[in-house]
């Protein structure tokens, strides 16, 4: 009986997807500091400040009073207006909330928009290097992931020749586009995410734009999918800008002719997103003058690292246009961002992700730094790493 169930209980194939490797940085970081030692966490990425106040006091009142039942498959609609609004505000554009879709982050975005418009076969593009998770997903529901090597002249962003050469090679069904990205924090001009977005639907193909990192925007403003096409599949969160990652709460922009098919994914695969969490998210646009000082300190951040890593020794990164991601050229001290990563955390105490995570190929050469911490931190990070660099290479 027993050896039956073990026989049954086999993994699927397709849940055979590789680990997210900042997990493994995260537990070597947590075991070090278990021995005493003070570890500068940049290797995930999430905001160190919590939600704002706005939220907080609206999820205490709530937990007094609500009796925080399901809510609507598509969201509360008194948020999904505040999300529409938001277009208005920040982009000068009028998005009907019957289009807004909350979802339980943007990861759960992901899994509903991939399984409305994508079928198992389907081939879908994304940048290499690129969040890891659009791949792994992708290839959990039985879609093929096409990583489109990027390149420096282009901001490390797919280009429509690039697209429509592996197109031509094997029809693609849909191209993922993230500005500002992860891990690179490299963003697109409003001109080429315009052409690359004409190109792909041109051609047939359906674009996801992901939207995370709209708000940490410094080096020009981030463009919008939706001034674009009414086609674009959006998909934002409160995670980022906002600093609710644990809340589990992001949205989606669908087209019109997807609600119905999202609606009725959502209505099965979770019933709805946590009420708590809608209605704290709500109250978080209230909370702005926080939210803009939190960004004002990656702004701080940022500085302190495009200015000290090169004294440092890490001279060589990609451009930081937003986000809060520097993606660093380590080539020229191993060969092995990984072992890197690790001698970097075991001597200096600053962790890191190794660009493996992002990028098979090229990731060997590449480090990804978190600045979403304290100022002071990111201060010490450039002492501890240029102290740590010199000893090794004297
Ligand atoms: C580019 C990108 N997209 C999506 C996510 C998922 O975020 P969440 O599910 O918290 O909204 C992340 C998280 O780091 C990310 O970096």
New binding site residues.
Partial sequence: MLERAKYLLKPSARSAVPPFMVMDVVAAATRLEAHGRRIIHMEV?QPAAGAPATAIAAARAALGSARLGYTETLGVASLRRRIARAYTEWHGLEIDPARIVVTT???AGFVLAFLAAFDAGDRVAMALPG?PPYRHILSALGCEPVGIETTAQTRWAITPAALLEQHRAHPLKGVIV?SPA?PSGTMMTASALAELIRCAEDAGIAVIS?E??HGLDYAFAAECAARISPDTVIVN?F?KYFCM?GWRI?WMVVPSSLIRTVERLQQNLAISVPTLSQIAAEAAFEGRAELEAVRRGYEENRRILLDGLPRAGLDSFLPADGAFYLYTDVSRFSADSHAFATRMLEEAGVAATPGVDFDPLRGRNFVRFCYAGPAEEMREAVERIGAWLEGEHR
């Fill in positions: 990425g982050g943007s990861s969040y993230g992860n992901d995370i990192y969160s995670s990652t992001g």
